[in-house]
């Protein structure tokens, strides 16, 4: 049911944002982008659009660079202490890669931050869990809701990756792929039966009840608009209307 999805996540299309080609998004990269508090990743839409456009044209350019390596290359290389050489190099592209974007216009960064923003959607996919409805009608016995985790979902990721044999991840856990931890985990979820993911059965129930939810929202807004309009004019007495007196009018100099 869920295999085109799980197919996306475990081998994502390949995204290169401001000539810049990105890596796969890891759990390690969710990290690294909080640690950095990049308003690209942490922001709204509405709100990142808001900021001065010099903050705009950091965050994305901070975000599309620390997602061009692993994490593991990407911590390793920035840390002076541990890595001079690399931290040098790395700085030196970096910079040879911000002058080539000199002459990009306000519509360019527009764009990348739409690319970025898709390129994360991607890497968090929406695990779908059975409706309410469905819940009723399929399982009538069960009360309780459970209850959400309190960790971060990155802390529960990452646990669980480091679970797995060592051939099937990274030498680095962080570098293991985001949308394919999440589909891992919450599989792994419900297996131990800590976890739904909604079954054929459960979308067709929710579905009956969702087109009986439309249905009944087109039919009543059919009805308000079919009601007659009412008017608050006095009902007529059939009577003609008398003329009216003139003999009081003004006249042309004002007196009655």
């Known amino acids: ?35 950095r508090r990049n308003a690209l990743a942490l922001l709204p839409a509405e709100e990142f659009a808001a900021l001065p456009f010099d903050q705009q044209i950091f965050a994305i350019r901070e975000a599309v660079w620390l997602c061009s390596d692993t994490f593991s290359v990407r911590d390793r290389i920035e840390q002076p202490s541990v890595f001079m050489l690399g931290f040098r190099w790395n700085e030196w ?39 309410e409805f469905a819940m009723e009608v399929l399982y009538p016995d069960e009360t309780g809701k459970g209850r959400a985790f309190g960790q971060p979902l990155v802390v529960s990721l990452y646990q669980y990756v480091i679970t797995l044999p060592s051939s099937e991840r990274p030498d680095c856990a962080w570098d293991f792929p985001m949308a394919k931890a999440m589909w891992l985990f919450y599989a ?57 007196d003139l003999s009081s009018e003004p006249d042309e100099r004002g007196n009655a």
């Open 93 to 131: 592209k970096r910079r040879r890669w911000v002058k080539r974007l000199k002459h990009l216009l306000p519509e360019d960064y527009s764009l990348a931050a739409a690319e970025f923003r898709n390129y994360l959607a991607e890497a968090h996919p929406k695990i779908p869990t059975p409706g």
């Open 188 to 244: 792994h979820m419900e297996m131990q039966g800590n976890y739904r993911i909604e079954n054929w059965e459960e979308r067709d129930e929710q579905s009956v009840m969702d087109e009986a939810r439309e249905q009944g929202r087109s039919q009543k807004s059919e009805d308000s608009n079919s009601e007659p309009e009412t008017t608050n004019a006095k009902p007529s007495s059939g009577l003609a209307t008398p003329p009216p």
């Open 1 to 35: 049911m869920h295999e085109l999805s799980f197919a996306d996540a475990a081998r994502p299309s390949p995204v290169v944002v401001l000539n810049l080609p990105l890596t796969d998004y890891s759990i390690g990269h969710e990290l690294l982008l909080f640690r």
